[in-house]
């Protein structure tokens, strides 16, 4: 059974940055995309980013291209999400993703619809 298990996530002030760790356990990342979701309070979930296999292709929602960057570590069987010149709209609680199905990772960022998710991390930007 594959497991995931986020960290890092904290209150910063605007403008500051975040590493968001994602532990992955019960399957190696080979062949898998990778992705973050996000739920800002009062609202449903959002793809944020994603990745296919073998460190391929990565897409972003528009809102955090340019800021936001997905990684793997294969060795490590660990993702992460690099968080820079963070916004109070990025509060929310971060989720991250895996799939086996590479086609689920495209331009349109439909990480919602991965089919194993973790129990997620909250991010907090406020001064």
């Known amino acids: 059974q594959v497991q995931l298990v986020e960290s890092g996530g904290d209150l910063v002030q605007p403008g500051g940055s975040l590493r968001l760790s994602c532990a992955v356990s019960g399957s190696s990342l080979d062949n898998r995309a990778i992705g973050w979701i996000r739920q800002a309070p009062g609202q449903g979930h959002e793809g944020v980013s994603c990745q296919t296999e073998n460190h391929g292709r990565s897409f972003y929602k528009d809102s955090v291209k340019g800021r936001f960057t997905i990684s793997r570590d294969d060795a490590k069987n660990t993702v992460f999400l690099q968080m820079n010149n963070l916004k109070p709209e990025d509060t929310a609680i971060y989720y991250c993703?895996?799939?086996?199905?590479?086609?689920?990772?495209?331009?349109?960022?439909?990480?919602?619809?991965?089919?194993?998710w973790g129990q997620g991390t909250q991010v907090t930007v406020s001064s």
């Open positions: 993703a895996v799939d086996v199905r590479n086609y689920m990772c495209s331009d349109q960022v439909a990480v919602t619809f991965f089919s194993v």
